[in-house]
Nanobody, 123 residues
Framework: QVHLVESGGGLVQAGDSLRLSCAASGRTFSMQAMAWFRHAAGKERELVAAIGWTGGNIYYDESVKGRFTISRDNAGDSLFLQMERLKPEDTAVYYC????????????????WGQGTQVTVSS
């Protein structure tokens, strides 16, 4: 079992940047696809970005494409999300998650979840 811990969230103004980190302990996630999800109040949880275990496959939701960058450090068992030009609609709890497969966009295959980190963007 992989234990994931997110950090880096906070309260920022529109246009600011944040860098989220996800640290893994327990079984390594170097063979897993990893992803960032977010859950805003009153909305369903959505997939924001995903990265395959080699880093060769990357996906971004249209709403963050060009503003967010997902990356991973398999040697350090870490996942990152660099968020630029933040908007109020980016406000949500952000979660990192791992899948058993090296690459997947099937959200039901992401089964290892962190506790989340709050990102709040004021206008």
């Amino acid at each position: 079992q992989v234990h994931l811990v997110e950090s880096g969230g906070g309260l920022v103004q529109a246009g600011d940047s944040l860098r989220l980190s996800c640290a893994a302990s327990g079984r390594t996630f170097s063979m897993q696809a990893m992803a960032w999800f977010r859950h805003a109040a009153g909305k369903e949880r959505e997939l924001v970005a995903a990265i395959g275990w080699t880093g060769g496959n990357i996906y971004y939701d249209e709403s963050v494409k060009g503003r967010f960058t997902i990356s991973r450090d398999n040697a350090g068992d870490s996942l990152f999300l660099q968020m630029e030009r933040l908007k109020p609609e980016d406000t949500a709890v952000y979660y990192c998650a791992g899948a058993l497969n090296p690459w997947t966009l099937n959200t039901s295959e992401y089964e290892n979840w962190g506790q989340g980190t709050q990102v709040t963007v004021s206008s």
